[in-house]
């Protein structure tokens, strides 16, 4: 659909890349060109993802990074940008979540998605400010969030806290940092039928065909459609768009506030 270089020459680093919509982000940016970062906690899984892509032509590498550690993301980028030249584009993917109701979750489970989600993303966009401003093409920062982050999660208060607070910490730092031609936008999916998380939570418990019908299209989304969204607003394409929440949910949260 892209053409074979509209990432080409760009680099980018993405979060949890090892797994589900980080890796098809990666993939995808790589097959467009884009030398790709794959960052997770899982050293094994991310060198192997990283393996799949230079195997089929990419040009990727992996490190191991927790992204609660300011230290370790900071480490990440420095390498990034040593071993590519320049740092581009940063997706803010990786996330962690359990559905807990608030009146029983700890406060150290509450700690642990906030520190992964929100305080991730901060230490992401935060460690790689220098180098977005210097790329010769615009930084680009693209968060995966969700609209359940907007409308409220019940059973993932944590979660929804993280999401929301991303989404400001967004817009914020569009208006801080777009003087340094660096653009700044997030991604809202809706359920993603090819990832492990619906397929485990829905389609395996018997509620996939319900959750489907919960979004106007009547079906689930894929992870290409993700990476469809996140190649549009790192590449030129996307080149006015600043502050914005694409949603790419097939209508679930429209269906949500109308019915
Ligand atoms: P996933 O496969 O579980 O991906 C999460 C990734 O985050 C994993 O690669 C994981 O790798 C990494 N990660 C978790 N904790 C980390 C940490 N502390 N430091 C570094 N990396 C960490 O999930 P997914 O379904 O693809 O979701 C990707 C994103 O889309 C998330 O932000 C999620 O909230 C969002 N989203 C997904 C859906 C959906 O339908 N799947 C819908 C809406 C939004 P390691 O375990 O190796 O660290």
Redesign the pocket.
Known sequence: MYSNDTLKGRTALI?????????EIATTYARLGANVML????QE??EAAAKAIVDEGGKAAAFK????SYEEVKAAVETTVERFGTLDILVN?????FVCPTAELSPNGWRTVI???LN?TFHGCHAAYAYLKASPHGGSIIS???M?GVTGWPGSAH?SAA?GGILSLSRTLAVEWGGDNIRVNTI??????D????QRMYIDAGNGDLEARKTALGRF?R?QD?ANAAVFLASDLGGYVTGENLIVDGGRWLKYVAA
């Open positions: 979060t949890g890349g090892g797994t589900g919509i980080g890796l960052v997770g906690r899982n899984r991310v990074v927790d992204v609660r993917n990786a996330a962690g979540n520190d992964i989600d991730g995966i969030i969700t359940l979660a999401k809202s999916p809706g359920p993603i039928g990832t492990e998380g619906v989304g992870k993700i």
